[in-house]
């Protein structure tokens, strides 16, 4: 990769990675408590009591792809140095696993809360909670599908780590 890309790369890290600062700050408070407490869209009373934790699964779901954008920070400094071929660039790959697999996880105890806890008992079963379900849904299938993705770029870089140390040992 040359300069021009990795700075470019660099640049969109450090802007999502402030824009999730912001995300958490600021928008996931006020939009559950807003979706919950606002008499213009129409108040959601049996999820009054979760409004911490819709918060919390929100600023730590955002937190997971923080973590996911360090890692690729740091993948970015092993390639410009030219070092990705090593053990440590399977360290900051699990770390987007793990990252990807936290989030998807927090994805999927919101929809089985959905599932089990809201729709059923909903006053007046609006399409905003199905919505909200439908989304958590599409969610953790978004997640394991990145996930699975990561599995197999790991398995690539450990083919192409293979080969270049073969390499190595010929030259």
Known sequence: MNRFSIAALRLGIIAAFLGGLFGQIVVAPNTVADTVFSSFIGSYNELRPYVVAYTTVAVLGIACIQVALVALW?????????????????????????????????????????????????????????????????????????????????????KATDLETEMAEVV
């Open 74 to 158: 740091q993948l970015l400094a092993m390639i410009k140095s030219g070092a990705i071929f090593s053990l440590k660039a399977f360290r900051w790959l699990d770390t987007i696993i793990g990252a990807a697999l936290g989030a998807t996880a927090l994805a999927f105890g919101v929809a089985m809360h959905f599932t089990f806890g809201v729709i059923p008992y909903s006053e007046d079963q609006s399409m905003d909670a199905l919505g909200a379900w439908g989304g958590s849904i599409i969610c953790v299938g978004v997640g394991l599908a990145f996930a699975m993705l990561m599995v197999i770029m790991r398995g690539l870089l450990r």
